[in-house]
């Protein structure tokens, strides 16, 4: 079996549209109208943000669900 490895803060990210490498770093998310800042891997030539799957179905998903009840 060919088993690919699973990627890791410690693996070098590499942008999808310019081929930079990933940094964190602090970027500004907004929803319905909030502001907040998170610190996220982004591309160093572009600026692009890397959203990964635990992010947008944990966290975000939980603000998102507090802020429409309010």
């Not at 549209?17 to 891997?41: Q, T």
């Amino acid at each position: 079996m060919n088993k690919t490895p699973k990627q890791t803060e410690k693996t070098a990210w590499k942008c999808g549209k310019c081929g930079g490498e990933l940094e964190r770093g602090l970027v500004k998310a907004s929803y319905l109208g909030n502001d907040f800042e998170v610190e996220e891997l982004k591309c160093l030539n572009c600026g692009i943000v890397l959203i990964t799957e635990e992010l947008a179905l944990g966290k975000m998903f939980e603000v998102e669900q507090s802020l429409e009840d309010k």
